[in-house]
């Protein structure tokens, strides 16, 4: 089982996107998710996280400008991206928080440009 991000794309500075990861009800109903990032040459990073009960945190350089937000009933977490910079630009993942290692997928390029 993969969780497959979308909603990726192209944007200049000061964009905005919205990316979305939909789970099965088994995966998503019972877990903490988050969404991860990995840009060139770097490690991947937490970005986000929305715990089972909603209460969600952000990593500091997307405060402000990230939102992340679950719909339980339709099993799908979202990442709302307003402000974007090109720092932002990188592959985005979903996955649960702590990371099940089998859940990563292809996930979606996000390029911000200047």
């Known amino acids: 089982v993969q969780l497959q991000a979308s909603g990726g794309g192209l944007v200049q500075a000061g964009g905005s996107l919205r990316l979305s990861c939909a789970a099965s009800?088994?995966?998503?109903?019972?877990?903490?998710m988050g969404w991860y990032r990995q840009a060139p040459g770097k490690q991947r990073e937490l970005v986000a996280l929305?715990?089972?009960?909603?209460?969600?945190n952000y990593v500091d350089s997307v405060k402000g400008r990230f939102t992340i937000a679950r719909d339980n009933a339709k099993n799908t977490v979202y990442l709302q991206m307003d402000g974007l910079k090109p720092e932002d630009t990188a592959l985005y993942y979903c996955?649960?928080?702590?990371?099940?290692?089998?859940?990563w997928g292809q996930g979606t390029q996000v390029t911000v440009s200047s």
């Open positions: 996955n649960t928080w702590p990371i099940t290692p089998r859940y």
């Open positions: 009800r088994s995966i998503f109903s019972v877990n903490n």
């Open positions: 929305v715990t089972s009960g909603g209460r969600t």
